[in-house]
C-alpha cells in the first residue's frame, strides 16, 4: 500500500501528503502540511475526516462491529458489566480481580453529591426539562469540586473522572425526582451501580423497593452499549471544548447539550414520541408514504457509520425481548407498533436502497419505557452512560503532549470588503 498520496495543485505544484496507517480500519492521509498550499480543505459533516487519533472505540460500519479497547461489543455486553466497561474505557485493559473490586469500591464510595447542590434544583421551574437540568448541574460539579480541577495534575484528572462516573447517576435521579415533586434519594453504596441508579429514581420513604435483577441486567446492558462511540457529535464536543483548556466539568456539559440534539442523543425519545404520534398499527402505512416523500423521518433509523447494521442494535433487541417476556408485555400495542415498523421498513426499497437500518435507540426506548423511565428521562440516560465516554477522550486528549485547540478554518462566502455607510445614506 502507499504510504504517501501525491497532490497536483495550481497545473504543475505537487504536494506529497504522508499516509498513517491504523491498527483497524482504513489509513488516513495526513493533510497537515496541505496548508503550505495556500488553500484549505473543505468536508462540512467530517465526512472524510479524522479528527484525531485515538486508541479508545473502533467502528466498522460495513462490518457492524464496535469494539471498545478491542474488546467486541457483543462480548462485553454479554459477559461484562457497566462498571467493569468503564474500567476498561478509563485505563484502556481488563481490571484484574483486586483492580475491579478497588475500582467499583471507589466508585460507589463517591456517589453522594455536595449538599448544597441540591439546592440548586430549586431554581428551576418543576416542568423542566431533565436535560435542561443536566446541563446546567453537571456544569456546575465545577463550582463544587474546585480541587479537581488542574487538567495538567493527571491526579486531578483520575479524581474528576472518578466524580464524574459517580455522581453522574446521582445527578441524572435528582433531575427526575425534581421533576416528580419527589424527594430525592440518597445513594446505597451496598447496591451495584445500576440497581442504585434504579432505587434512586424509584425507591419513595413509604415504600421497600428491591430493583428486578432481569430489569437491572437490562439497563446495565443499556450503559454498556451507550458507554462510547468513538468521535461522535458530543464526543467531538467534549474534544473541542477540552482542547481550550476548559476544566472536565464544563466539558461534559458541552457534551450533554450536543448530546440532546433529536439527531444524536434525542433519537431514543425521539422513537417514542413518534410511536405515540403514529398511534396505531392502522396509521403506519401513511406514515411511511410521509417518510418517503421527506416529511418526516423515521426516527431510531439510519446512522452516519453503520450503512449494514448496528450491533447495538442487535443486543437491544434481545434485551427488550428479555424485558417484555419479563414484564408480561408482549402485546403492548406500542411495541406491536414498533415491531410493525421495522418489519415495513426492513423490507421497503427506499430504506434498503439508502442502507437504513434500525439503530440502538429503535430499542432502547421501548426497554426504558418498560422500565418505568418516562420519555423525558431517556436522554438523560443515555448522557449517563455517555460519560464515561466522554470523560476518556478528554483524558486521552489532554494527556497527549502534542495536543492542540481545536480551531476550524472555513469557505467564507460571505460580502466582499465594503465601506461602511452612514444611516442617512442608505436605501
Ligand atoms: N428516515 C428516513 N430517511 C432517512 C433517515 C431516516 N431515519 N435517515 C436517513 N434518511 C435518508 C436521507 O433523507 C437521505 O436520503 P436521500 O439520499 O434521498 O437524500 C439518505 O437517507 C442519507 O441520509 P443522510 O441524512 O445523508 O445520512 P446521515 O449519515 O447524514 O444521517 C442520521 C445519519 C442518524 C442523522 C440519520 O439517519 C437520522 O436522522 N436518523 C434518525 C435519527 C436517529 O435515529 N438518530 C440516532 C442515531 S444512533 C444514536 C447515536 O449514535 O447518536
Redesign the pocket.
Known sequence: MANKVTLTYNGDQTIELPVLPGTLGPSVVDIRAFSKTGMFTFDPGFLATSSCESKITFIDGDEGQLYYRGYPIEQLAEHSDYLEVCYVLVYGELPNAAQKVEFEKTVMKHTMVHDQLTRFFNGFRRDAHPMAMMVGVVGALSAFYQDSLDINDPEHRKVAIYRLISKIPTIAAMCYRYNQGLPFNYPKNELSYTANFLHMMFSTPCENYTPNPVLVRALDRIFTLHAD?EQ?ASTSTVRLAGSSGANPFACIAAGIACLWG????G?NEAVLKMLDEIGSVDNVPAFMEG?KA?TH????????VYKNFDPRAKIMKQTCDEVLNELGLRDDPQFQLAMKLEEIALSDPYFIE?K?YP???FYSGIVLTALGIPVSMFTVIFALARTVGWISHWNEMISDPGMKIGRPRQLYTGAKRRDYVAVTDRK
Do not use: E, Q, T, Y
Open positions: 462511540h461522535n433529536p439527531s444524536h442523543g433519537a417518510v421527506k423521518k423515521l426516527m431510531g433509523f439510519g446512522h452516519r439508502r437504513l439503530n440502538v435507540d
